[in-house]
């Protein structure tokens, strides 16, 4: 009698095992398909970079490299 409720459990968690597997490859599948429809109707747009003279950047690492040789000096004036 035993090995028949072995035989049965095993038959179960061979059932479970199986349909928890085919559930994930229909999910895996239908989240493929989702992306594919959802790029074909709703594309990414790519940013834009923003328009700003390249000087504009220049100036501000100029004046915070500025900064910092300010910081140092003063630093190294009070250490004295």
């Not at 928890?20 to 990414?44: D, G």
């Not at 390249?54 to 003063?74: C, K, L, R, S, Y």
């Amino acid at each position: 009698m035993e090995i028949n409720l072995v035989g049965e459990a095993l038959k179960f968690m061979v059932l479970g095992m199986l349909i928890v597997f085919v559930f994930l490859i229909v999910l895996v599948q239908v989240m493929k398909w989702q992306a594919i429809i959802i790029n074909k109707y709703f594309p990414e747009k790519e940013p834009e970079a923003p328009a700003s003279s390249p000087q504009t950047g220049t100036t501000d690492d100029a004046h915070h490299v500025a900064a910092i040789v300010a910081a140092i000096a003063e630093f190294r004036k009070n250490k004295s």
